[in-house]
T-cell receptor
Framework: EAGVTQFPSHSVIEKGQTVTLRCDPI?????LYWYRRVMGKEIKFLLH????????ESGMPNNRFLAERTGGTYSTLKVQPAELEDSGVYFC??????????????FGQGTRLTVV | AQSVTQLGSHVSVSEGALVLLRCNYSSSVPPYLFWYVQYPNQGLQLLLKYTSAATLVKGINGFEAEFKKSETSFHLTKPSAHMSDAAEYFCAVSHPGGYNKLIFGAGTRLAVHP
């Protein structure tokens, strides 16, 4: 079974440009999460989808970030326009059902975004 | 609010030595606690988790962690380090019933030398 897939694996863009990151969760997982790690710091929660609905977007840094999950399958995270401080590794994770004793969040390899 | 502190951003041990990675948490309610590992060029992988059952939790690859409520700690240990344990380790906390919204520590990079 395929795991969580993210692409691109790396992206280098200029300040002011737009970048779209994609995440394909494990098939059948209703929950999809986005996290970000700025260099050397902790991994921070950005938002959580349950199917196609945003359950929690409290971690989104500002309105330059737009996440979608049309149809409740894959998700995209668009940054427009990108700023230097947006550089970091963006992780996607998915999990089945509601968190509890028997669930686990499975993470993708991450997308390393560099804004120059 | 929940938070996680990992003491030591870098830890270096000899092959065969004890591995001890420290994690302290802050939470207003009894939390779920996790350790994740990230090997080079890979995603985060769950090592083990505490979800209010046994306080000593055994995970994969010989790792274990003990939940100590009085010390608000969840330190990760392995009796004998192997070269393949070299990776970055993350402690995380979540609110029970709060889906898998994880609050992570800053990570500890473990180096294992011969």
């Amino acid at each position: 079974e395929a795991g969580v897939t993210q692409f691109p694996s790396h992206s280098v863009i200029e300040k002011g440009q737009t970048v779209t990151l994609r995440c394909d969760p494990i098939s059948g997982h209703d929950n999809l999460y986005w996290y970000r790690r700025v260099m050397g710091k902790e991994i921070k929660f950005l938002l959580h989808f349950v199917k196609e609905s945003k359950q929690d977007e409290s971690g989104m840094p500002n309105n330059r970030f737009l996440a979608e999950r049309t149809g409740g399958t894959y998700s995209t995270l668009k940054v427009q326009p990108a700023e230097l401080e947006d550089s970091g590794v963006y992780f996607c994770a998915s999990s089945p059902g509601q968190a509890g004793l028997d669930t686990e969040a499975f993470f993708g390899q991450g997308t390393r975004l560099t804004v120059v | 609010a929940q938070s996680v502190t990992q003491l030591g951003s870098h830890v270096s041990v000899s092959e065969g030595a004890l591995v001890l990675l420290r994690c302290n948490y802050s939470s207003s309610v009894p939390p779920y606690l996790f350790w994740y590992v990230q090997y080079p060029n890979q995603g985060l992988q769950l090592l083990l988790k505490y979800t209010s059952a046994a306080t000593l939790v055994k995970g994969i690859n010989g790792f274990e962690a003990e939940f100590k409520k009085s010390e608000t700690s969840f330190h990760l240990t392995k009796p004998s380090a192997h070269m393949s344990d070299a990776a970055e380790y993350f402690c995380a906390v979540s609110h029970p019933g709060g889906y898998n919204k994880l609050i992570f520590g800053a990570g500890t990079r473990l180096a294992v030398h011969p």
